[in-house]
């Protein structure tokens, strides 16, 4: 079974009170058309989301604009940008040697339709992204604080 | 160096009439192609997507790199796409359209 390592993009932040703060977060990289978005895994998103900019340049099959949960309608707006559910097909990169494409893999998500402030340029992967393509997710710790490794087992 | 100056330093562009005798002259581009591979490409796409400086000066927008150049950037991927390929002339399937981070997306 083939792997993709995650990058691990990390960010040290300083907070008022002069406190030195970690942070990552789990990216790979993504090839939709022509674009090369940047990927995040977040296993709190139970459905993948594509920002505007990506999703109006790609081809997707619509699944609806409204849904609901047990019978009550859930929102489907992405932090106060309203989205619609659709699915697409996305590639994967190994990187950093990303000669290696592998895929496609259904995207099944959540379509922005405007802009979002900050995570424009992104596909964010959601639970049902990993569920629906059959695609393991590991990531644990190393022995040096603040170092994390990880990787996506991909079908073989 | 903006992205015309790029392009004429590193390509050899001339101009060939061609259609002469049919619906009048045409003008197209014959240029050198460069030998541009998708392992070049992938290069280019890790590093326009983690050089610090380049999240700094393009954080937020897509941008297309080029042998450690960035030769267009907005916010729209279709028009960074077409200036691109108006500069350099490799197939277009090896203009890499790239996400830059964006650095508020730290604090969300």
């Known amino acids: 079974m083939p792997d993709i390592p995650l990058d691990f993009r990390e960010k040290h932040l300083t907070t008022d009170q002069n406190d030195e703060l970690w942070s990552c977060r789990p990216f790979v990289v993504g090839e939709i058309g022509f674009l090369r978005p940047l990927c995040l895994i977040d296993t709190t998103a139970p459905f993948s989301i594509v920002s505007h900019s990506v999703a109006k340049h790609v081809k997707w099959t619509p699944l609806g604009s409204r849904a609901k949960i047990d019978g009550k309608s859930v929102s489907l707006d992405w932090q106060g940008v309203p989205c619609q559910l659709g699915e697409t097909e996305i590639y994967l990169l190994e990187q950093p040697k990303g000669t290696k494409r592998l895929g496609p893999f259904i995207l099944t998500g959540k379509l922005a339709q405007a802009p979002h402030a900050a995570f424009e340029n992104h596909v964010i992967l959601g639970m049902n992204f990993l569920a629906d393509n059959n695609i393991g997710l590991t990531i644990y710790g190393r022995s040096s604080p603040g170092l994390l490794v990880g990787w996506l087992s991909l079908p073989g | ?108």
């Not at chain 2, 950037?73 to 500069?87: L, M, T, Y």
């Open chain 2, 1 to 108: 160096m903006d992205i015309i100056q790029f392009a004429k330093s590193t390509f050899i562009v001339d101009w060939v009439e061609e259609g002469a005798g049919t619906e009048g002259p045409a003008k197209t581009i014959s240029a050198e192609v460069p030998n541009y591979q998708v392992e070049d490409q992938d290069n280019d796409l890790y590093w326009a997507q983690h050089h610090p400086q380049l999240e700094l000066e393009f954080g937020g927008q897509w941008v297309v790199p080029y042998r450690g150049e960035i030769i267009s950037h907005g916010s729209d991927p279709s028009e960074v796409f077409k200036k691109a390929s108006q500069v350099v002339p490799v197939a277009n399937d090896r203009l890499v359209v790239c996400a830059v981070p964006h650095p508020n997306t730290w604090g969300a």
